[in-house]
C-alpha cells in the first residue's frame, strides 16, 4: 500500500530534549516535505526536499533541522526543543514528474508536546 | 509574496444542498498549482481536487468541483449535495513553478447537519 510513515504518532518531551521524528514513504517520490499545524494558521511549510542530499528552507525553519540521506526518508530533528514547538506535523511526499500538479500525500501526522 | 486567503473560518449547510467554501491567492509567478485539501476530524489530509493556471476548464472530482477565476485570484470549491460526511476542515493550498512550496490557507471548517 503506498503510504507515508511518520513515527511516533504522539509524544510528550520536555525542553531541550533533543528529538527526532521519523518519515518515510514507499513511493519513490523525489519531493518530500514536513509542516506544523497550528488553531488559526492552518498549515506552515518547514523545510523540504527535491531530491537526495537537496534541503530548503519553508516558512518556518528557526529550531528545526532536516536531513535526506536516502529518497525514501526525510527525518524532522528538534535539537533543543522549546514550547512553542508544541504542534502537529505531517510529513508529506510528492512526485515530481510534472511538479507543480502532483498533490502531496500526507501522513497521519505526530503530535508533539513539548514541557 | 505568496499568499492564499480562506475568510470564512466556519461553514454550516443542510444536507443534500450544495456549498461553495472561498479561496483567494496571490503570487506573481506566472506558473502555479491550486490544491484542496479535506481534514476530518480523524486528523488525516485528503486531497480532493487540483487546478492548474493554465487550465482551461475547471476542475471536477466526483461531487468537488473548483470554480477558479484567474483574473480575480479565486480558487472557490464546490460541494455539490452535501452529505454529512463532509463535515471537516477544507484546506486550500498553492504549489508556485518557482519556489517548489506549497503555502496553505488557514482553513474553512464545515459542518453539515441533516
Known amino acids: 500500500e503506498a503510504q507515508v510513515t511518520q513515527n511516533p504518532r504522539y509524544l510528550i518531551t520536555v525542553t531541550g530534549k533533543k528529538l527526532t521524528v521519523t518519515c518515510s514513504q514507499n513511493?519513490?517520490?523525489?519531493?518530500m516535505s514536513w509542516y506544523r499545524q497550528d488553531p488559526g494558521l492552518g498549515l506552515r511549510q518547514i523545510y523540504y526536499?527535491?531530491?537526495?542530499?537537496?534541503?530548503d528552507k519553508g516558512d518556518v525553519p528557526e529550531g528545526y533541522k532536516v536531513s535526506r540521506k536516502e529518497k525514501r526518508n526525510f527525518p524532522l530533528i528538534l535539537e533543543s526543543p522549546s514550547p512553542n514547538q508544541t504542534s502537529l506535523y505531517f510529513c508529506?511526499?510528492?512526485?515530481?514528474?510534472?511538479?507543480?500538479?502532483?498533490?502531496?500525500?500526507f501522513g497521519d501526522g505526530t503530535r508533539l508536546s513539548i514541557l | 509574496a505568496q499568499k492564499i486567503t480562506q475568510t470564512q473560518p466556519g461553514m454550516f449547510v443542510q444536507e443534500k444542498e450544495a456549498v461553495t467554501l472561498d479561496c483567494t491567492y496571490d503570487?506573481?509567478?506566472?506558473?502555479?498549482?491550486l490544491f484542496w485539501y479535506k481534514q476530518p476530524s480523524s486528523g488525516e489530509m485528503i486531497f480532493l481536487i487540483y487546478?492548474?493556471?493554465?487550465?482551461?476548464q475547471n476542475a471536477t472530482e466526483g461531487r468537488y468541483s473548483l470554480n477558479f477565476q484567474k483574473a480575480r485570484k479565486s480558487a472557490n470549491l464546490v460541494i455539490s449535495a452535501s452529505q454529512l460526511g463532509d463535515s471537516a476542515m477544507y484546506f486550500c493550498?498553492?504549489?508556485?513553478?518557482?519556489?517548489?512550496?506549497?503555502?496553505f490557507g488557514t482553513g474553512t471548517r464545515l459542518q453539515v447537519f441533516p
Open positions: 508529506a511526499s510528492s512526485g515530481t514528474g510534472g511538479r507543480i500538479n502532483q498533490p502531496q500525500h
Open positions: 513511493m519513490n517520490h523525489e519531493y
Open positions: 526536499s527535491m531530491n537526495v542530499e537537496v534541503t
Open positions: 503570487t506573481s509567478d506566472p506558473s502555479y498549482g
Open positions: 487546478q492548474g493556471s493554465y487550465d482551461q
Open positions: 493550498a498553492m504549489r508556485e513553478m518557482d519556489t517548489d512550496k506549497l503555502i
